[in-house]
């Protein structure tokens, strides 16, 4: 099992910058790749980006590519979301995932693809 911890989110203006933390621990050397999800009020859980373990690779959704940038630091085990010029409509709960399913050249996209979920981090974003 690996274990993730989110921190990061809070009230912020549009245009304003945001950084997510993400601290994984527990079998982190069986993740294949970690994620970042969103899920807004009423609104189904989205896949927004993802990085590759093995060599750091990131992949992003089309909605916040420009925008957000996904990273790691090996030596503290944590995966990063940077967010820059943020919208209201970034408004959601944003949830780090891991997959330890290994796909060959496969990135998992989806909710029930990923089987380690952090608690959940909220952000705000006022217009």
């Known amino acids: 099992q690996v274990l993730l911890v989110e921190s990061g989110g809070a009230l912020v203006q549009a245009g304003d910058s945001l950084r997510l933390s993400c601290v994984a621990s527990g079998r982190t050397s069986s993740v294949y790749v970690m994620g970042w999800f969103r899920q807004a009020p009423g609104k189904e859980r989205e896949w927004v980006a993802a990085l590759r373990w093995s060599n750091s690779l990131t992949y992003y959704a089309d909605s916040v590519k420009g925008r957000l940038t996904m990273s790691r630091d090996n030596a503290k085990n944590t995966v990063y979301l940077q967010m820059n010029s943020l919208k209201p409509e970034d408004t959601a709960v944003y949830y780090c995932?891991?997959?330890?399913?290994?796909?060959?050249?496969?990135?998992?996209?989806?909710?029930?693809?990923?089987?380690?979920w952090g608690q959940g981090t909220q952000v705000t974003v006022s217009s």
């Open positions: 995932a891991a997959t330890t399913a290994y796909r060959a050249g496969y990135i998992p996209k989806t909710r029930s693809e990923y089987n380690n």
